[in-house]
């Protein structure tokens, strides 16, 4: 058979790629019931002559599917705050995925979703890997990343936080208090946002002058055992920190419990600040000095990009970056007397 010039039909490209109907047409729609082989030969033929649709697409679903990189906390309540405060709006529902921390485990999900035909997919401090962006585009339908964990691809949108003022604003607050050793417990160093607060702790030093010491410096995990574990090493330390900037509110808590099992006070010798100022945060004894992220916020500004995205309408901003904001409670003071401590 001699291959048309114009864009095929399924029919067309099954004949030419000596597969049925049905094959290609799990292949156009993005279905994984088919082999890598298979699959590739009929992508080339469609790159080369191109597809024409026999009728019209089924319509997506009132649905908008909400991917977390990890379903844990108060994180994902006021993310899923957000989205369905704007899908409400527009009479939508709202799906929820928890990818248990690895986004690259199978396509099940992935699967999944598809099947259910969502208007558009958000997904939460996860980017998702190439073939799941590719499978996406192929039907046609929009992606945008809420607090990405690393840099988003040009052309898929994304709302974030301000991390790096974040980390300066928390830095400089212990700073102005008087604080000359400050320690600072970061998130994965894979993450965008840790390495963003992490900038801009050191960016606070610099501007004050402070040296900044290797040895105040430690990765964490962003959860609460692994902030005990960071905060227990730095203040068992021959010359232990005054402050510790914990860079999310969980590593905060451990930092607390650090403190208790050393007998130390908060904030009489110890000084802690913390990232996000989730809800359950303030009910800390004593209440929490935290950045605060504006997760819903950030959440409902992505769903509405979506939402133009899923109307063929431009959006006013394919990077959007919303500000963070100090919240002083009662865990930051000025510095105890050098002789302040008994272990």
Do not use: C
Not at 171 to 194: E, V, W
């Amino acid at each position: 058979m001699t291959a048309p010039s114009s864009p095929l039909t399924i029919a067309q490209l099954a004949q030419l790629a000596g597969v049925s109907t049905a094959t290609v047409s799990k292949v156009v729609n993005g279905r994984a019931e088919v082999s890598p082989e298979t699959r590739a030969a009929v992508e080339e033929l469609i790159r080369r002559h191109g597809y024409r649709r026999q009728r019209r697409r089924s319509p997506p679903t009132t649905l908008i599917e909400l991917v977390f990189h990890a379903l844990e906390g108060d994180y994902p309540v006021e993310i899923t705050k957000g989205v369905t405060q704007i899908a409400h709006q527009h009479h939508l529902l709202v799906g929820i995925t928890d990818l248990h921390h690895d986004p690259a485990a199978g396509d099940t999900w992935i699967d999944a979703a598809l099947a259910r035909r969502p208007t558009g997919v958000l997904a939460v401090f996860s980017g998702l890997t190439d073939h799941q962006h590719d499978r996406l585009a192929r039907r046609e339908i929009p992606l945008v990343l809420i607090d990405p964990a690393d840099a988003p691809a040009k052309t898929i949108p994304s709302v974030s936080a301000g991390n790096w003022h974040g980390g300066l604003t928390a830095t400089r607050h212990l700073i102005d208090l008087g604080h000359r050793r400050i320690a600072i417990i970061t998130g994965p160093d894979a993450a965008l946002p840790s390495r963003a607060r992490l900038d801009g702790y050191r960016t606070a030093l610099d501007l004050a002058g402070l040296p900044t010491d290797p040895g105040l410096i430690t990765g964490g995990d962003f959860l609460i055992e692994g902030g005990r574990t960071q905060a227990h090493h730095l203040l068992t330390q021959p010359d232990p920190p005054t402050a510790i900037f914990a860079t999310n509110d969980g590593q905060a808590i451990g930092v607390y419990h650090a403190a208790a099992q050393l007998g130390l006070r908060i904030p009489d010798d110890l000084s802690v600040i913390g990232f996000d100022d989730l809800p359950s945060i303030r009910w800390t004894i004593p209440p929490l000095t935290t950045i605060r992220q504006p997760l819903t916020q950030m959440a409902a500004a992505a769903t509405t990009m979506l939402l133009h995205l899923a109307h063929h309408e431009p959006l006013p901003h394919h990077r959007l970056e919303l500000a963070t904001e100090l919240v002083i409670r009662a865990s930051t003071a000025p510095p105890p007397h050098p002789r302040r401590r008994t272990r």
